[in-house]
T-cell receptor, first 110, second 111 residues
Framework: GQQLNQSPQSMFIQEGEDVSMNCTSS?????WLWYKQDPGEGPVLLIA?????ELTSNGRLTAQFGITRKDSFLNISASIPSDVGIYFC??????????FGSGTQLTVLP | DGGITQSPKYLFRKEGQNVTLSCEQN?????MYWYRQDPGQGLRLIYY???????QKGDIAEGYSVSREKKESFPLTVTSAQKNPTAFYLC??????????FGQGTRLTVV
């Protein structure tokens, strides 16, 4: 199946710092999605990207759909304690199936 | 309120038993999915269904079975053939491109 490489695997940052994480793929995707998962809960959709080159913001979150359609990044500005969680990228290819990255565990230190 | 509901939240299974995880949605979504999540890993697709009475295997379907008799419901059975079933199971549904909504998950433990 298709593979997504998500990095970094984990991050420890100070409250107020900016965060950046990214995903790369060997295959082209039609849609890139970014989810956040809190412990013991299902992932919640943060941002959806539908066009190559698209840059979309949602509050302090900004994500971009790479021009090659094989990568995407997510930035979080001015992190706060409630940003803690696991962030997943996901790419939608053919047959409306989502392929997920392995996640970035974010810890925000006070 | 519209949403997707999984039950139970926690499930314990004895070796050799089949168990069924429930997933119900009232979002009128056509497509439904089952994923498995292991610690430190991403979500892996078990089965998906794009319309009623039709479903396809995902990447790790062995040892699992599903049915889609109603649009709202997509139950997953973990059979005794699944050798390592302890995991967090997530159900999702979607209507349009890319917008997959997830349930709260079921944590299955073999005892």
């Amino acid at each position: 199946g298709q593979q997504l490489n998500q990095s970094p695997q984990s991050m420890f940052i100070q409250e107020g710092e900016d965060v950046s994480m990214n995903c790369t793929s060997s295959s082209i995707f039609n849609t890139w999605l970014w989810y956040k998962q809190d412990p013991g809960e299902g992932p919640v959709l943060l941002i959806a990207l539908y066009k190559a080159g698209e840059l979309t913001s949602n509050g302090r979150l900004t994500a971009q759909f790479g021009i090659t359609r094989k990568d995407s990044f997510l930035n979080i500005s001015a992190s706060i304690p409630s940003d803690v969680g696991i962030y997943f990228c996901a790419g939608e290819g053919s047959a409306r199936q989502l392929t997920f990255g392995s996640g970035t565990q974010l810890t925000v230190l006070p | 309120d519209g949403g997707i509901t999984q039950s139970p939240k926690y499930l314990f299974r004895k070796e050799g038993q089949n168990v069924t995880l429930s997933c119900e949605q009232n979002l009128n979504h056509d497509a439904m999915y089952w994923y498995r999540q292991d610690p430190g890993q991403g979500l892996r697709l078990i089965y998906y269904s794009q319309i009623v009475n039709d479903f396809q295997k995902g990447d790790i379907a062995e040892g699992y079975s599903v049915s889609r008799e109603k649009k709202e419901s997509f139950p997953l059975t973990v059979t005794s053939a699944q050798k390592n079933p302890t995991a967090f199971y997530l159900c999702a549904s979607s209507l349009q491109q890319g917008w997959a909504f997830f349930g709260q998950g079921t944590r299955l433990t073999v005892v």
